[in-house]
């Protein structure tokens, strides 16, 4: 049973800094973590994402502004978010591919950028 675990989101105000984590637990492989986001009435889109090798890719809107990172031993990623902007405001979800082919998502953590 694999089950993703993500923490860290809360309510700051524009230009402030979140840093989002996610724990992959159970017995897993892991190729590809990523960090998906949904706003209220919108669909669901990535944020970014990293191989794990390290290769990254990030949404445009977040560009410059967000870094993703992980680490292997824990079965981790990392969301770190810079001058977070209304926009942002969203549920984020955290999600890992398996060698097996196999696609996990954790269950969001509220992320609010108001003044």
């Known amino acids: 049973q694999v089950q993703l675990v993500e923490s860290g989101g809360g309510l700051v105000e524009p230009g402030e800094s979140l840093r989002l984590s996610c724990v992959a637990s159970g017995s897993i492989f892991i190729d590809y973590m990523g960090w998906y986001r949904q706003a209220p009435g919108k669909e669901r889109e990535l944020v970014a994402g990293?191989?794990?090798?390290?290769?990254?890719n990030y949404a445009d809107s977040v560009k410059g502004r967000f870094g993703i990172s992980r680490n292997n031993a824990r079965n981790t990623v990392y969301l770190q978010m810079n001058s977070l902007k209304p926009e942002d405001t969203a549920l984020y979800y955290c999600?890992?591919?398996?060698?097996?082919?196999?696609?996990?998502w954790g269950q969001g953590t509220q992320v609010t950028v108001s003044s």
């Open positions: 990293i191989s794990r090798v390290g290769f990254t």
């Open positions: 999600t890992v591919r398996a060698s097996t082919g196999s696609n996990y």
